[in-house]
């Protein structure tokens, strides 16, 4: 009998992209942003009954550990893991997965992103249940990649080969591409060739295991030494080498395969991406708490306290919370990280 | 021997042009919008020494009479008197003129708004003073009109008749004209026949009380009656008609005299009248308090409490207090008044 599915949350970002709501200690996955519930706390339960709490797994890190447990109460405490320091993705997983009982290494584990949104829960556990069946038939890692609907330049793309199963649609992925240019993500979108990297990926916890000690001795390494010396943590993580799962691992492999996942995908990865999948009034703009807008279009208005009045704005995101108020153009929300940057240098640390 | 000069200050303006930062009570002329002290006390020390302290009347709302007396504690309690209601100009200053002991209505009165800025007292204080010596030898009301610098249509215009003095370059006033279009300001400004009204009068009191009686004898009556029961202010005040200086007194004047105001006036009648006057950076951003400016321009970034993180902002007025933000493009912040409406229609008193 093989183990039941497990679930990975990688729930260790520092959410620098939702500042002034989102901080250090309480970053975007922690936050309410689309619904009652945080996104965390949403992806926990969207697995269910695919996955259920039991049998979920989170990684993140020491500053976050009691919020994230917290959150999760029906997730097991001791399978909420924080890591001393972020070392990324390849370390996360491995480390985590290294952590599991063995007789669950056996069993398919669905590693995935913590602050996703995904308007069709239905068809994403649809997806991760498709691709645990092949990925426990073939031995094979996969990925999920997202059906496109926009030439989207700030994603990561699947280039994909050929179609290897025409039952399940499985398909080959050929190689990763980075963040293309405008003119190529419009190819990519005409194509029908690619699908969005999300980040989402299944497999075998062994299988993965051994890719880590093919393709990344140095991680598998120190895996070892963390199992013998587990009391040594701090310093044995400190050294793993800090690289993507991503570079580190998939785009090495000949055999990673995918399945298009269209389940109405975002990863809420900017405020303009927010406003995207809000609802909006008839001037198109969408509010949250105590707004006035008069004769204002196109907006993102955010009151987490107190009150913001808007009169004859365009296209603009404003956002106040207790202690600050943030007001970008919508479209060049991703630059937030500007006003990091300035916070840090100023050593705002009452800010971050 | 004539008696020295008294100054009338009105602080009875409600300030809703600088919400969020003006409130009911807390009105614009109670802030520091441009300094360290008040414009109601910058108002009064300006003055001095051509009106000292113990000259100065003014005339406020019972609402905020306490607030007064606690900026101006060099002012006589007894001259900062408090209207039961707001009954329009030519109500207070008759009222607050016929306060005053008779032997001062002998003498000259100046009467001025508590929240105007002026870049060059000194030029004030010598134009008020001119025009002191004019009202006192030829018992003529004045009115200061303001140089315009601009073509300005949110403004009062006097249009100026013959010189009557060349020695004091003392000119009548033919008539007012309130806010002319774009191009009739525009010619005004070219003709240099016209002077904006700042409202700032100087006379005899006894001069001022005459004239009451002459043109508004319902007003009269109304200050004879609370002369003689000053116990029934509330009652009787209700009743004064309401009507402002300008359109009650001085529009029917047929021997109203001017002089040229040159004083770097402004009336800070908006947060972009605020703008102009503040010292700017070089993208041409006036900021207060803790404020992060990135490829911003030409901008009002105001933080009362709290931070203001402001990317690619161009022309924007943005104002954070505790509770409220207000986020308005420059060039349209008279509009702040929807903001006072709907405010009123959803009665947030707790904002207003």
């Known amino acids: 009998m093989v183990a039941r599915m497990q679930a990975l949350i990688l729930a260790g970002g520092s959410g620098t992209r939702f500042w002034p709501l989102s901080r250090r200690v309480r970053p975007k996955q922690l936050l309410s942003m689309a619904g009652e519930t945080s996104l965390l706390q949403t992806t926990a339960s969207r697995l269910s009954p695919v996955v259920e709490p039991q049998s979920i797994w989170v990684c993140t890190t020491e500053r976050l550990v009691d919020s994230v447990r917290q959150q999760l109460p029906q997730v097991p405490a001791e399978q909420v893991l924080a890591e001393p320091e972020g070392r990324n993705t390849a370390a996360a997983i491995g480390w985590s997965v ?17 602050d996703h949104y995904m308007g069709d829960p239905e068809a994403f556990r649809a997806t991760i249940q498709a691709a645990a069946d092949i990925s ?9 990649g997202v059906l496109p609907n926009r030439p989207e330049p700030g994603y990561g793309y699947l280039e994909l080969g050929d179609e290897l199963d025409p039952t399940t649609g499985l398909r080959q992925v050929l190689r990763f591409v980075e963040k293309p240019d405008q003119a190529t993500a419009e190819q990519f979108l005409a194509g029908g060739n690619y699908l969005w990297n999300a980040g989402i990926f299944v497999f075998r916890g062994q ?99 107190g009150t913001i009045a808007a009169v004859g704005v365009e296209g603009l995101v404003v956002v106040k919370t207790g202690d600050a108020v943030l007001v970008i153009p919508k479209r060049r929300s991703q630059e937030v990280r500007r006003i990091i940057a300035e916070l840090e240098q100023r050593r705002r640390n009452d800010l971050l």
């Open 136 to 144: 426990l038939e073939q031995d094979r890692v996969m990925t999920l």
């Open 98 to 114: 290294s952590r599991m009982p063995a007789e669950l290494q056996t069993g398919v584990v669905v590693v995935l992103p913590a």
């Open 207 to 305: 299988v993965l295991l051994d890719k880590v000690t093919e393709h990344l001795p140095e991680l598998a390494q120190g895996l070892r030494a963390l199992e013998e010396s587990p009391e040594d943590l701090a310093e044995i993580y400190a050294r793993l080498p800090s690289i993507s799962v991503d570079h580190g691992i998939m785009e090495k492999l000949s055999d990673l395969g995918t399945l298009p996942l269209d389940c109405g995908w975002s990863d809420l990865g900017s405020w303009e991406a927010l406003w995207e999948l809000l609802d909006r009034d008839s001037d198109e703009n969408a509010t949250s708490g105590s707004v006035l807008a008069i004769d204002s279009h196109d907006s993102l208005i955010f009151a987490d306290q």
